[in-house]
C-alpha cells in the first residue's frame, strides 16, 4: 500500500488486496519434470557451481573449527579419563 499524507491508498496488483488471486511463489526447477534446452540445463549447472564456490570458503572455515572443536574434546575425554585411572 503506498501512503500519501494521512490517506492510505492501495496500490493496483497489490496481492494481498485482492482475496481471489495467490501470491507467487518461487518454485525450484527439476530437469526431469521440465523440458528444458541443453543451453538453459548448462546456464543451471553454471549458477550452481557459482553458488557452491561463494559459499565454500565459510564452509571450510565451518568445518576446521569444528574438526578442531572434536579434536579438543577427545583429548579432553582421554586426558581426564588418565587423570582418573591413574
Known sequence: ???SG???VPRA???RDSKSRKAAVAQRVD???EKLTPEQQQ???QVQLAQGQKTLPQ???RNAVTGLGIRALVLAICGYTFYSVS
Do not use: I
Request: proline share 11%; net charge positive.
Open 1 to 3: 500500500r503506498a501512503s
Open 13 to 15: 496488483g497489490n496481492p
Open 31 to 33: 530437469p526431469t519434470w
Open 6 to 8: 494521512n490517506v492510505v
Open 59 to 61: 564452509r571450510r572455515t
Open 43 to 45: 546456464f543451471m549447472r
